[in-house]
């Protein structure tokens, strides 16, 4: 099993940056697929990129391509999310997720445990 808190969140304005960070406890973290989601009041969970276990392989959502970078420390067993050129329309909660059994060919499967959540709020 393992915990997963994010941090980072915050109040910021449209065009600039913010990075999250999900910092894992428990068992081994380089065992774990991870991701980042986020979610708006009465909007379905949106995923919106993923990391392979050694950092490899990538996936990102068209609405962040190109804006949001992910990337991992398993000797810190961290991820982040490196949040550039942010839109109001980025505002949400954004949580952190572990998986063992995500395809990292297309980052299909189901995560297995998930952080408290993050709030970005966006301002125009």
């Known amino acids: 099993q393992v915990q997963l808190v994010e941090s980072g969140g915050g109040l910021v304005q449209a065009g600039g940056s913010l990075r999250l960070s999900c910092a894992a406890s428990?068992?081994?973290?380089?065992?774990?697929?991870m991701g980042w989601f986020r979610q708006t009041p009465g909007k379905e969970r949106e995923f919106v990129s993923g990391i392979s276990r050694a950092g490899i392989n990538v996936y990102y959502a068209d609405s962040v391509k190109g804006r949001f970078t992910i990337s991992r420390d398993n000797a810190k067993k961290t991820v982040y999310l490196q949040m550039n050129s942010l839109k109001p329309e980025d505002t949400a909660i954004y949580y952190c997720a572990a998986g063992t059994s995500i395809s990292v060919s297309d980052f299909k499967g189901a995560f297995d445990y998930w952080g408290q959540g993050t709030q970005v709020t966006v301002s125009s």
């Open positions: 428990g068992r081994t973290f380089s065992m774990y697929v």
